[in-house]
Nanobody
Framework: QVQVLESGGGRLEAGGSLRLSCRAS????????MGWFRRVTGKDREMIAC????????IAADFVKGRFTISRDNAENTVYLQMNGLKPEDTGTYYC???????????????????WGQGTQVTVSS
C-alpha cells in the first residue's frame, strides 16, 4: 500500500523559511520521480518542483525559482522542499506526489502523478 505523508508546515511571518518533508512508502522510492504542489487561494493546484529518481535533476516553476529548492534522500524515502523568503501569497496547502511516468514527461501536469499526500498547511503573515 502506497503511503505519502507530508510534514513541516506551519505559521510564520513573511521573509521566513520552512522545510517541508515528505516520506513515502509502499513502492520502490528510488525508482520514482517526486513532485511538490500547492493550492493557494484563488488558484488550482500548481506544480512547485519536481525531482528525478536519483535526485540529480530538478525542475521548478518560475514563481519559486531562487526561493524554493527540492531535494531527496533515497536512503530515507524522503523528499524535501526548502522554502526561503516566504511571502503571504505562498499561503496554502502543500502536497507531495509520486510521479507515475519518468521525470521528463510533462512534470508540471497533475495528471502525471498517481499518489498524493493529504497536504500540509503553510500560512505566511505580512
Amino acid at each position: 500500500q502506497v503511503q505519502v505523508l507530508e510534514s513541516g508546515g506551519g505559521r510564520l511571518e513573511a521573509g521566513g523559511s520552512l522545510r517541508l518533508s515528505c516520506r513515502a512508502s509502499g513502492f520502490p522510492f528510488e525508482d520514482k520521480a517526486m513532485g511538490w504542489f500547492r493550492r493557494v487561494t484563488g488558484k488550482d493546484r500548481e506544480m512547485i518542483a519536481c525531482i528525478d529518481s536519483s535526485g540529480s535533476t530538478t525542475i521548478a516553476a518560475d514563481f519559486v525559482k531562487g526561493r524554493f529548492t527540492i531535494s531527496r534522500d533515497n536512503a530515507e524515502n524522503t523528499v524535501y522542499l526548502q522554502m526561503n523568503g516566504l511571502k503571504p501569497e505562498d499561503t496554502g496547502t502543500y502536497y507531495c506526489a509520486v510521479k507515475a511516468r519518468p521525470f521528463g514527461i510533462n512534470p508540471f501536469s497533475t495528471d502525471e502523478y498517481n499518489y498524493w499526500g493529504q497536504g500540509t498547511q503553510v500560512t505566511v503573515s505580512s
